[in-house]
């Protein structure tokens, strides 16, 4: 279980863990213990609203162990009332410094709000969150292997502006004990690059 920590301190934690993700060389997990310690609270280090995509796990994308992340996932890393809920929660009662909004490439909801066709229903309140930041991609005239990356990376960035814009969120972001970050994961690499 990891100390309170600010906004910077939480945000070099994850990049040192997603260096030693990428280059294989893992922390110990000491998950029995640290499992046993959690019974009676959590204290994780940061909120992450990443994709439901079986190859983005947050847990494992930053080398973190049980308890270190707050970690709600939804196709799209897309944000509703139940979303912005958990963040809520989190930031008010677990005193999390840091929410990454964590895009991905190839990212398969955003593939479908790209084609630009209707979907089932279960699917096209997904893609209608995610339709302005794949229309902000198309209409950026580049090639259209940069298409999908453009639209991955938009998704971001919308999700962390209605992020911002949310009042609850406000004092914390103001007195600076919150910050709203954006990140891609790279599936090849395993890297995360930052969206600051």
Not at 100 to 126: D, F, K, T, W
Not at 141 to 146: L, Q, R
């Amino acid at each position: 279980m990891k100390q309170e920590m600010n906004p910077v301190q939480a945000i070099r934690l994850l990049e040192e863990g997603n260096q030693r993700f990428v280059t294989g060389h893992l922390a110990e997990k000491h998950v029995i213990r640290n499992r046993r310690q959690l019974i009676s609270e959590q204290k994780p280090v940061a909120v992450i609203i990443s994709c439901s995509d079986s190859r983005v796990a947050p847990e494992i994308v930053f080398d973190q162990s049980l308890g270190d992340l707050f970690v709600i996932r939804v196709a799209g890393n897309i944000v509703n009332d139940d979303v912005i809920g958990s963040v809520q929660y989190a930031v008010d009662h677990l005193h999390v410094p840091i929410v990454l909004v964590l895009g991905h490439e190839n990212c398969g909801a955003v593939i479908e709000a790209l084609q630009r066709r209707r979907h089932p229903a279960y699917l096209q309140s997904i893609v209608n969150k995610i339709e302005p930041a794949a229309e902000k991609a198309i209409s950026a005239g580049i090639s259209e292997k940069d298409i999908i990356d453009r639209a991955v990376i938009e998704n971001v960035k919308m999700v962390e502006d209605e992020l911002l814009e949310y009042p609850a969120l406000n004092e914390k972001l103001v007195n600076g004990g919150l910050k709203i970050v954006g990140g891609e994961y790279h599936m090849e690499s395993g890297k995360v690059t930052w969206l600051r």
